[in-house]
């Protein structure tokens, strides 16, 4: 069951939300926890139970490592750990470690052969092995005191709004909210307006930017040329945007509705002037995650200069790895790991000010050479497209496969999306509150984006969201 799904859409939502109002306060926390469990049922079946078993035993084990020892505590929390990373590297990456193996083995001369492994991944289990790791870290480190009633850390860990696809939400955030949460009118009003608008971002931008760049990332090396390969990278850059950030206001104002103040997922990340400035604003929570749970305990900035590039090239490692178990990934994450190197040492030696708008250029340029990597089936589909980016066969834009595939409305959806994605929301707000009621112009807006995104998914259908995979 999807959020841009009918099924999600009109009768799960609306059942769920009458019965969670309707219950009394000692209640709703029981009713989401197995109304969550139900949610991820619809979609994961009989692997919802890697769900339930994590839920038992990070409860159980947050609660030993605050009784034990302290000579005992760190071996609890290391077990913590990798008895949580088990099922995540058994589902989603035994397939691509023994492929990695075998290649390496064969590099070597030795061809081997083993019975194939290709367990179904449960979705969204890096975000909630994730979620359970900050947790039970954060207990070890005193920063919070565990929960003391399952149901109410099992609600916390299996929260359906964002247990599929994120925002990673720590403990800490809404640890008072898991016990006692007002839920206010003005609350309701801004949670349902932020998950219209994350619909639209799906369903209007994000699937129809979708269609174009499905279809010029299918051609062969040899249909491609300068501006095909161009107006493709373009569209997908707009789509896993919209795409990503669309399910986390959805997700962000869902649980806005239900009381919970979710952490930003995505600060406006294509307005960034550097490759760093863009991981401050990309899917802020897993950045967030990486750098207190892997950078910081690894000596962050505070070792020798060469220690805190390895840090830092070690993280986004990790980050692509975190991304899919594929090579390309693999790569996607070194090489934004080597361009925030990079700058750190650009900074360092030169100390030369770049102007603002020279370096979004150079942002998004290498923001979007990154995103062929992680959009291209293959590592050698990718160094094909990179190649027709970057030569200058077939630039006209009068191109049969051109004109099919950017017909009018997908013009006007990329023009929309580049600017969305660009303008500062402040000047819309300011603009817009100097003349007339912001709210009321806002509601009308949310009311039309998301009739419209209803309209586009009865006659389109609908389709995952990208990250739904991860």
């Given at each position: 069951m999807l959020f841009s799904s009918p099924a999600f859409l009109f009768a799960f939502l609306p059942a769920f939300l009458v019965l969670y109002f309707a219950a009394p306060r000692a209640?709703?926390?029981?009713?989401?926890?197995?109304?969550?469990?139900?949610?991820?049922?619809?979609?994961?079946?009989?692997?919802?139970?890697?769900?339930?078993?994590?839920?038992?035993?990070?409860?159980?084990?947050?609660?030993?490592?605050?009784?034990t020892p302290a000579r005992l505590k760190k071996a609890y929390f290391c077990a913590g750990v990798m008895i949580n990373i088990f099922p995540l590297l058994y589902y989603k990456y035994s397939k691509f470690f023994l492929s990695a193996v075998r290649d390496v083995l064969a590099a070597l001369g030795w061809h081997v052969s083993w019975p194939a492994v290709n367990p179904i991944l449960p979705i969204g289990i890096s975000f909630f092995t994730f979620q359970a790791i900050s947790y039970i870290a954060d207990v070890y480190m005193g920063r919070v005191k565990p929960a003391r009633n399952l149901i109410d850390f099992g609600m916390y860990h299996s929260c359906f709004p964002q247990l599929i696809a994120g925002p990673i939400v720590r403990y800490q955030e809404i640890q008072t909210q898991v016990h006692r949460r007002e839920i206010r009118l003005d609350d309701v009003y801004n949670g349902v307006t932020q998950f219209c608008f994350g619909l639209g971002k799906k369903v209007i931008l994000a699937d129809n930017m979708g269609v174009v760049a499905d279809k010029i990332f299918k051609l062969s090396p040899h249909s491609l040329g300068f501006t095909a390969s161009w107006i493709g990278v373009t569209a997908y850059t707009l789509q896993i945007y919209f795409d990503f950030s669309g399910y986390s206001d959805m997700a962000i104002g869902l649980g806005r509705v239900l009381g919970f103040w979710y952490p930003e997922n995505f600060d406006q990340p294509y307005r960034s002037r550097s490759v760093t400035e863009f991981w401050r604003r990309?899917?802020?929570?897993?950045?967030?995650?990486?750098?207190?749970?892997?950078?910081?305990?690894?000596?962050?900035?505070?070792?020798?200069?060469?220690?805190?590039?390895?840090?830092?090239?070690?993280?986004?490692?990790?980050?692509?790895?975190?991304?899919?178990?594929?090579?390309?990934?693999?790569?996607?994450?070194l090489y934004h790991g080597g361009l925030l190197i990079s700058e750190?040492?650009?900074?360092?030696?030169?100390?030369?000010?770049?102007?603002?708008?020279?370096?979004?250029?150079?942002?998004?340029?290498?923001?979007?050479?990154?995103?062929?990597?992680?959009?291209?089936?293959?590592?050698?589909?990718?160094?094909?497209?990179?190649?027709?980016?970057?030569?200058?066969?077939?630039?006209?834009?009068?191109?049969?496969?051109?004109?099919?595939?950017?017909?009018?409305?997908?013009?006007?959806?990329?023009?929309?999306?580049?600017?969305?994605?660009?303008?500062?929301?402040?000047?819309?707000a300011s603009y817009a509150n100097n003349r007339y009621s912001f709210a009321p112009a806002l509601s009308v807006c949310s009311l039309f984006v998301a009739v419209l995104?209803?309209?586009?998914?009865?006659?389109?259908?609908?389709?995952?969201?990208?990250?739904?995979?991860f």
């Open positions: 209640s709703k926390n029981g009713l989401l926890f197995f109304a969550s469990l139900f949610f991820y049922f619809t979609t994961s079946g009989e692997l919802t139970a890697i769900l339930v078993l994590s839920v038992f035993f990070n409860y159980y084990l947050s609660l030993r490592l605050e009784t990309w899917h802020m929570t897993l950045s967030r995650w990486f750098k207190d749970y892997v950078y910081i305990p690894m000596g962050g900035n505070r070792s020798a200069m060469a220690r805190t590039l390895f840090n830092l090239f070690l993280v986004f490692f990790l980050c692509g790895l975190w991304h899919g178990a594929a090579y390309k990934f693999v790569v996607w994450g750190r040492l650009a900074k360092r030696w030169f100390r030369l000010p770049v102007p603002a708008f020279l370096g979004w250029i150079y942002a998004m340029l290498a923001v979007m050479v990154g995103w062929v990597f992680f959009r291209a089936e293959s590592l050698t589909a990718a160094m094909a497209y990179l190649r027709a980016m970057f030569s200058l066969r077939n630039v006209s834009m009068l191109n049969p496969l051109i004109l099919s595939t950017m017909t009018m409305d997908k013009v006007v959806y990329l023009v929309l999306g580049i600017l969305c994605s660009l303008v500062p929301y402040q000047w819309f995104a209803i309209i586009m998914m009865s006659v389109n259908g609908f389709s995952p969201f990208i990250y739904f995979r």
